[in-house]
């Protein structure tokens, strides 16, 4: 009989995975066959990063395995796949916290993209983080920018750090708030994440790319989910730096559902169905119009709300 161990994958390549078994052996492993995955979940990827795997050992000389189990998920967050706009891509699972990174400048990230991040993060029940990178770079009108981002997601109920890979005392406060957690991280290309990642984990090296001047847009740098142990505890998961994070499998209904500032008052919507557009007696329009949701929210609402296609 084959030998049986468990590990927990910390990088998938498509059709290897490398796993890293209890005694802190990386394995390289594959699936034999089809797989038998949770029914609910249909996605291109079976397995993802994160996932906590049972392994026959094929070859102890090579490190190789064949993964016949996996563990129950106690989450996970998905985007719509790289490949096909209809279908789940597993980014990551079994997560503490996912954090978004977003930069004011080189390059500038929409609220849209970190909106539709903390609307998966919401959708998942997954802890968001927000993480405003490269604030040595702002000009004195940026600031004005920074602090409406601080103060709206705040507002939100979301927490924020505001850091620069040049200041070691806000680093040294993200550190902190990682330490012995699982985190998911992501962002644009060039929003800092590896420069970050090299920070927090002395010698790993990480490739970096500068931002081109000509686009103002990132280069990407990670191909594939990674996940990393940080020193004294805990682990981050590196994702490939991405354009868009489409959303999949969301109803227009609920979607109010995933901003925490319109889920607080649209109890008190005159309709249960309210769409908080045109509805007469809407406490979410009432809550933006009495400043307390703030306009940028709202519009992102809207906006997001107007791409979610109908399933009927």
């Not at 999949?248 to 908080?276: T, W």
């Amino acid at each position: 009989m084959a030998k049986e161990l468990e590990g927990l994958i910390y990088k998938s390549t498509g059709s290897w995975y490398i796993a890293k078994d209890e005694a802190g052996q990386l394995w390289n492993l594959r699936i034999k066959g089809r797989f038998k995955v949770d029914k609910d979940i249909s996605s291109t990827n079976p397995i993802a990063v994160g996932d906590r795997v049972t392994f026959e050992v094929e070859d102890e000389a090579t490190n190789t395995g064949t993964i016949s189990a996996i563990t129950d998920r106690h989450n996970y967050i998905v985007r719509v796949s790289p490949h096909n706009r209809h279908q789940k891509h597993i980014v990551a699972s079994n997560l503490d916290a996912a954090m978004v990174m977003a930069t004011i400048r080189e390059p500038r990230t929409s609220n849209g993209f970190i909106d539709r991040f903390l609307i998966t993060a919401e959708a998942y029940h997954i802890p968001a983080i927000v993480v405003i990178n490269k604030i040595d770079v702002l000009k004195p009108k940026d600031q004005d920018q920074l602090a409406h981002w601080q103060d709206m997601y705040r507002d939100a109920g979301y927490e924020v750090y505001a850091i620069s890979t040049l200041l070691p005392e806000t680093i040294e406060i993200l550190k902190a708030r990682l330490h012995n957690i699982t985190t998911l991280f992501s962002g644009h290309s060039g929003v800092g994440k590896s420069t970050l990642i090299n920070l927090l984990i002395p010698g790993k090296d990480l490739v970096t790319q500068e931002v081109s001047g000509y686009s103002g847009k990132g280069q990407h740098t990670t191909t594939f989910a990674e996940m990393f142990d940080l020193p004294g505890g805990g682990r981050i998961i590196d994702t490939p730096g991405v354009k868009e994070f489409g959303l999949i499998d969301f109803e227009k209904e609920e979607l109010a559902q995933y901003f925490p500032e319109m889920r607080r008052v649209m109890s008190g919507c005159k309709f249960n169905n309210c769409l908080h557009v045109n509805e007469p007696g809407c406490a979410v329009k009432d809550a933006v119009n009495n400043g307390v949701i703030t306009i940028d929210r709202y519009a992102s609402y809207l906006t997001i709300l107007d791409t979610i296609e109908k399933k009927w």
